[in-house]
């Protein structure tokens, strides 16, 4: 069976600046058509891996490949412009002095009839043919942008790197935005490695995550993948707000105020972390000093008095105080809850919910 050849491949990327490790063996592959997302909190490396293969940075260890050929490593490397990469960047000024066709047109070789076609062709894909003689001062931020899709496309790139391309849209522009890039990048077959720090970009847009830490690559999946099955509490709490529950382990069952937990591999006298987040925790009414029935499903309820809740517009966040050792935990509910501070309730957590690691 013949294997497919990724659009590009990197293998154990490493870099430093002043002795300084910022990406350490990171290796990843995008297939043509696919969305790769590098996600990582600011300063995990994210930039760098890109101006790595961008070809503006060398490396000071491993290799990148495009289409299977060698562009960086074994003491080569391609200049920036052969590498067939395309670039889309937060500040992805247009040249004010050119139109847009012009602006399109700029990186393009070859017959001119060939490149106005091209031109045409492009601005037709992102909608904007009829300002195809405007000057870029003329157009709105999310018209811009996407002439600037239309540049970074116009030489048919194998790859575009996308760096945060739109944090700087208007919140109700962005979706919009994103997806239309999305479909374009697809309709060209492009492969697409994009960073960010914003797990809800990376979850919308990715095929697959990469998720960085300090340099590195911890947990590499499907989007639905690194959320439910991740691979520290520090994964969990990059996506949402967690709660954190101790406890020891005594014959792979950790024991806790909330009933007990599986705890499998982890070894005697252990201690635990149970991560759960706040959708998950489920809230039920104080009948006279006791909650609901312990349920295999949800465990044994523990008391808490509500210390705040607040209205977010989908859903409600509750603050409680627990009553067994005086810890904070949150749950959200859909829609308005709003309980008065003081008043108390119980709180079970759905066991298919929650991740038990060795605590940090
Ligand atoms: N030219 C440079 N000289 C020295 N240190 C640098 C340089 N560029 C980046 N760094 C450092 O390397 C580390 C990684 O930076 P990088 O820009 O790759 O992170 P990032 O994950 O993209 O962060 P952000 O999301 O904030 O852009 C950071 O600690 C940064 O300060």
Redesign the pocket.
């Known amino acids: 069976m013949t294997q497919s050849v990724p659009r590009l491949e990197i293998r154990n990327l490493t870099h430093s600046?002043?002795g300084?490790v910022?990406?350490q063996d990171v290796s990843l592959s995008v297939n043509p058509g696919e969305v790769c997302c590098l996600l990582?909190?600011?300063?995990?490396?994210?930039?760098?891996?890109l101006r790595m293969i961008a070809g503006v940075e060398d490396p000071d260890a491993g290799e990148i490949r495009v289409d299977g050929a060698l562009i960086c490593g074994q003491g080569r490397s391609v200049p920036p412009e052969a590498r067939r990469i395309g670039l889309m960047f937060q500040d992805f000024a247009l040249f004010p002095h050119l139109t847009v066709a012009e602006n399109i047109a700029f990186g393009l070789t070859g017959p001119k009839a060939a490149q106005r076609d091209r031109v045409r062709e492009l601005l037709a894909r992102v909608s904007l043919l009829p300002h195809i003689d405007v000057y870029p001062h003329r157009l709105s931020g999310g018209e811009q942008q996407r002439v600037a899709l239309a540049r970074a496309l116009a030489p048919r790139p194998a790859i575009m790197l996308l760096d945060?391309p739109f944090s700087g849209l208007d919140n109700r522009l962005r979706d919009g935005i994103r997806d239309e890039t999305l479909a374009i990048l697809q309709q060209e077959g492009t492969a697409v490695l994009l960073?960010t720090?914003e797990p809800e970009e990376a979850m919308r847009m990715a095929d697959e995550i990469a998720l960085?830490r300090a340099?590195r690559i911890i947990q590499q999946g499907a989007p639905y993948n690194i959320y439910n099955a991740p691979k520290d509490r520090a994964a969990v709490s990059f996506f949402s707000d967690i709660n954190v529950i101790r406890g020891r382990v005594r014959g792979a069952l950790c024991d806790t105020p909330f009933g007990q937990f599986l705890a499998p591999g982890q070894p005697d006298g252990a201690l635990v972390e149970i991560v759960i987040r706040p959708q998950h925790l489920r809230i039920d009414f104080d009948r006279s000093g006791t909650g609901p029935l312990a349920t295999p499903e949800h465990g044994t309820p523990a008391r808490g008095v509500v210390e705040r809740a607040r209205f977010m517009g989908n859903e409600s966040l509750v603050e409680f105080r627990m009553d067994h050792d005086g810890s904070i935990l949150k749950a959200t509910v859909p829609n308005v809850f709003l309980p008065r501070p003081g008043k108390p309730l119980w709180l079970t957590i759905r066991r298919d919910r929650c991740f038990v690691f060795p605590a940090s």
Do not use: A, D, R
């Not at 990582?40 to 891996?49: A, D, N, R, Y």
């Open positions: 600046y002043g300084q910022v990406v990582g909190p600011s300063g995990c490396g994210k930039s760098t891996t945060e960073v720090h960085m340099g």
